[in-house]
């Protein structure tokens, strides 16, 4: 099993319509939690951290199930602009130097 | 003005040959990371480094080598290219191992 899995997508959406992603990741030691968004050819930014109680920013949303070991991302009310690809990413311990970063989801919204 | 700088932004290169990417950074952050991404693969990290003292190996540093010469100055060298290290590389910094990424505009590669 990999350390982080995501959604393969690619999810074909248009304007205006809500769409979810899952990640799933293997460590249940896991410390911290992220949503980076990349660009075509361009470096991955950080979209939003995840917290344990669940986090909004605007149209997005995150959620994380330590339980059940996953990770959601929310998009509401989806923009042109939105259509990237979607890494979720993982650090796995406290002591080393231990991010894994999913494969990525490709989003893109269609007009 | 970024604050995470790479060069070369592309480079092409022969097979057997050494050459090294360069990374600086403005944000007085401590540590200092290098990954390469391949199609369909997520980012996966090649070194690391806490200060300028302390290097570590990452997943797949086989074939390659850092040099961390300054805080804000992190080095990757491939001492002998090979095809299979054509791949997009990307250097990134962080305050604190919980703390987020920030990354450079990356380094396109191919070796021929």
């Known amino acids: 099993r990999k350390e982080v899995e995501q959604d393969p997508g690619p999810f074909n959406v248009p304007e205006g319509a809500t769409v979810a992603f899952n990640c799933t990741y293997s460590n249940s030691a896991s410390q911290s939690f992220f949503w980076y968004r990349q660009d075509c050819r361009k470096e991955p930014k950080l979209l939003m951290s995840v917290y344990s109680s669940g986090n909004e920013d605007g149209r997005f949303t995150a959620q994380l199930n330590r339980a059940s070991q996953y990770i959601s991302l929310l998009i509401r009310d989806s923009k042109l602009s939105d259509s990237a690809t979607y890494l979720c990413v993982v650090n796995m311990d406290n002591y080393g130097q231990n991010f894994v970063f999913g494969p990525g989801t490709r989003l893109s919204v269609l007009p | 003005d970024a604050d995470v700088t790479q060069t070369p932004r592309n480079r092409i290169t022969k097979t057997g040959k050494r050459i090294m990417l360069e990374c600086s950074q403005t944000k007085g952050h401590d540590r200092m990371y290098w990954y390469r991404q391949d199609p369909g693969l997520g980012l996966r990290l090649i070194y690391y480094s806490f200060d300028v003292k302390d290097i570590n190996k990452g997943e797949i540093s086989d074939g390659y080598s850092v040099s961390r010469q300054a805080q804000a100055k992190f080095s990757l060298s491939l001492e002998s290219a090979i095809p299979n290290q054509t791949a997009l590389y990307f250097c990134?910094?962080?305050?604190?191992?919980?703390?987020?990424?920030?990354f450079g505009p990356g380094t396109r590669l191919l070796v021929l």
């Open positions: 990134a910094t962080s305050e604190s191992t919980l703390e987020t990424q920030y």
